[in-house]
């Protein structure tokens, strides 16, 4: 690296902050002219050393031809002397301009590499959450690790496909001087070889295309298939779907063998060509010496001139093949740049007050200043409300009345903030990690697009992030969430234990990759606020002013710095004690002041997911929207997140996605979904009473209960099913001997 933002290899620095451009989106051709465009004394300097490069390489025979008839065959040793050495002068010559040749245009490539990629991520920055609604996974993925390198090498036509036309006019011009006939033999090869691979070059190109669109196709279902590989394992449905993407590949794979067929027979033609101009002009030449019209020097010369003829052909026939491809690679960029955003500007004013949001599509209902809670079978569906209601996906969503698509969308990001479960974590302390988080306007971490990662809900990687190998994610079950599945749990004699989840070693619930509340074996005591201001130091439901802050994404709140101040101690530690995080402090050898590695990787999946959790609450948003905040906790924890998180935001409006009795209990509202539609609403113990569907959602299994009134698992026995309903009068807090 050289410098700031800076990287330089083999001599070749491109700077990472330098603004891309403005790109010409009328077609692939105008792209690749616009990267030409955008380094012309670059591409112009590459022309002129690859020219002077090969034309010196077709003056090598002249030289030679010239030490033969006028040293070698009068035998004049001076002038032999004399032409040998400025054909030696020659070689060391060409040898640096090759060097130069090869440096410029290896800076030539970086840089359409670098701003294609500039400017396909900025795009794709601007496009946040319209994104993946817009293109495939699979179409960005190929974009970033195909498609701009078939770009960059096309443009090799800029510095030796010009060197090629100008030595080939060269090598003809010295012909002349020799032989007319041999001279309109060599001039007219060049018009054949385009007659010849004219067709061919159309061919590849339609074949290019439809293998690339395949290609993205197939890229897109691997995506699908790391981020649900586990759920498929565990549901007996992986071998029909490897099935399906055998055939895919094997698809491909034929259309990869057809290009290949079209690309052979150009290179067999950019092989065999130039051998058949060398074996015909050889011919004669040999038939004119024979009669004494060219001497023995000329002779050679011509021969020479031919076989140096054959590097401008090799490079006209490799700029045709690299030009056909990078238009089809450029076609593929144009097509992704061409994307609109979603419109910024809105014709109506917000709510200037908290006000109810209504999600017609689903009749959801989210009145101000409560906890609500979406319950579904279907987690997506959930997961699409949540979009819907924080203005990520298209909809008829009202916000007190007015549709929300009509408000400003810097507006509605600077008072309505979703916060994902598995969204990015940036290495630094952890009281900047917290601090510097999601403000309203950030969806819980970067945009689609953003270096660094796309929020794990939007980008269907299921939370994954690289580096976390070393285990199935919390709440997996040998693939399974074992909420969803019903099977596994805890490890006897793990039921209830408070374990906080310390720095370096598996959080309570993550052992095996099991979630302990999943398989209901914990128990589910009530902590009140005396007892969140025990761990958070100081009062979970004091009354917080609502402290806007800026959008650190792409919009910015007009009466809000650009960098808010940093927060006090007092609510960085209500959001730690409200997230139920402060052991993770207190377990942490510095504290608030330990240094995060990238991603949390250093923490638990518990650990991470209470963090971002903070991170939210430190925001402090009017609305906060959040999908299974609590996924990766054993039931003891979530039972306090649960609770203290209720009063936190104690009259602030507060929507999560969620099947955990435990957070369904201390809801005030929860609505039922079936197949994405709000089938009841009520409290969870009005629901529990009057939706089977819904007991059968988050009750499973009530006759697995203990003599106690627990289920089995609290007493250290796996349960095989959800967490069950408590029978009437069965106290709320769990028993001394399963804490």
């Not at 374990?499 to 990759?513: E, N, S, V």
């Not at 959001?575 to 638990?604: K, N, W, Y």
């Not at 529990?688 to 026995?717: K, N, Q």
């Amino acid at each position: 690296m050289s410098g700031a933002g800076g990287w330089r290899t083999g001599g070749t620095s491109v700077d990472a902050y330098e603004d891309p451009g403005t790109p010409d989106l009328r077609g692939g051709w105008r792209y690749l002219g616009w990267l030409v465009g955008r380094q012309w004394r670059r591409c112009a300097a590459g022309a002129v050393l690859a020219s002077a490069w090969m034309v010196l390489l077709a003056a090598t025979p002249y030289l030679m031809a010239r030490a033969v008839d006028h040293g070698l065959e009068p035998g004049d040793l001076g002038a032999l002397a004399l032409w040998t050495g400025a054909l030696t002068a020659a070689g060391a010559v060409n040898a640096w301009l090759g060097v130069l040749r090869h440096r410029t245009m290896t800076r030539v490539r970086m840089d359409a590499n670098f701003r294609t990629v500039k400017v396909v991520v900025g795009h794709a920055t601007r496009l946040g959450a319209a994104l993946r609604r817009q293109v495939g996974t699979g179409e960005v993925v190929t974009i970033g690790v195909g498609d701009v390198q078939t770009i960059s090498q096309s443009l090799t036509a800029v510095g030796p496909g010009v060197g090629a036309v100008v030595a080939y006019a060269a090598v003809g011009g010295l012909m002349l001087s020799v032989s007319a006939s041999l001279a309109l033999v060599v001039l007219l090869g060049v018009p054949v070889l385009g007659v010849l691979l004219g067709p061919l070059m159309g061919r590849l190109q339609g074949r290019e295309t439809e293998y690339r669109e395949r290609q993205g196709v197939l890229t897109a279902r691997i995506g699908d298939l790391a981020g649900g590989l586990r759920v498929l394992n565990g549901l007996g449905g992986k071998s029909l779907v490897a099935d399906a993407f055998r055939r895919d590949s094997a698809r491909l794979r034929e259309q990869g063998y057809r290009v290949g067929a079209v690309t052979s027979w150009i290179q067999a033609i950019g092989v065999g060509l130039p051998m058949l101009f060398l074996g015909l002009v050889t011919w004669l030449g040999a038939r004119l010496a024979a009669r004494g019209e060219i001497s023995v020097g000329e002779l050679v010369s011509v021969y020479g001139y031919v076989v140096a003829l054959g590097w401008p052909v090799a490079f006209l026939i490799e700029m045709s093949h690299q030009l056909s491809r990078g238009v089809v690679a450029a076609r593929r960029v144009v097509a992704f740049l061409r994307l609109e955003p979603e419109s910024e500007e809105g014709t109506r004013e917000a709510p200037a007050e908290p006000s109810v949001l209504y999600d017609p599509a689903s009749g959801v209902r989210v009145a101000p200043g409560r906890l609500t809670v979406l319950a579904g079978a279907r987690p997506a569906d959930a997961a699409a409300v949540i979009d819907r209601l924080g203005r990520y996906a298209p909809s008829e969503v009202t916000w007190g009345g007015v549709p929300l698509s009509d408000v400003p969308l810097p507006l509605v990001r600077e008072r309505i903030l979703i916060a994902d479960a598995e969204s990015d974590l940036f290495t630094g302390p952890l009281r900047e990690v917290i601090a510097t988080g999601p403000r309203p306007g950030d969806a819980g971490g970067p945009q689609p697009g953003d270096a660094g990662g796309v929020g794990a809900r939007r980008s269907g990687s299921g939370g994954r992030h690289p580096g976390d190998a070393g285990g199935p994610l919390p709440g997996d079950a040998g693939g399974v969430d074992a909420r969803r599945s019903g099977a596994g749990g805890r490890r006897p004699g793990d039921a209830g234990r408070p374990l906080p989840g310390d720095a370096g070693g598996p959080h309570p619930g993550d052992a095996g990759g099991v979630n302990a509340r999943h398989s209901g074996a914990a128990a589910t005591g009530r902590h009140g606020p005396a007892d969140a201001r025990e761990h958070a130091g100081a009062p979970v439901g004091a009354d917080v002013r609502l402290h806007r802050t800026a959008a650190t994404g792409h919009h910015e709140s007009a009466d809000a710095p650009a960098h808010a101040e940093a927060p006090s101690e007092a609510r960085l530690a209500r959001a730690v004690g409200a997230a139920a995080a402060d052991d993770i402090v207190r377990g942490l050898p510095e504290g608030l002041d330990t240094v995060v590695a990238a991603q949390g990787r250093d923490l638990s999946g518990g650990q991470r997911q209470r963090v971002r959790l903070a991170r939210a609450l430190l925001a402090d948003p009017e609305v906060l929207l959040a999908v299974e905040p609590t996924s990766a906790l054993d039931a003891h924890t979530e039972a306090t997140v649960a609770e203290r998180l209720r009063e936190a935001r104690e009259g602030r409006t507060t929507v999560l996605a969620s099947t955990s009795p435990l957070v369904l209990d201390r809801a005030h509202v929860v609505h039922y979904l079936v197949d994405g539609k709000a089938a009841a609403t009520g409290s969870h113990r009005e629901l529990l009473d009057t939706e089977p569907g819904y007991r059968e959602l988050v009750a499973r299994d009530t006759e697995d209960m203990t003599e106690s009134g627990w289920p089995i698992g609290v007493e250290g026995r796996v349960s095989r099913g959800r967490f069950p309903a408590y029978p009437e009068g069965t106290p709320r807090v769990a028993p001394a001997t399963a804490r």
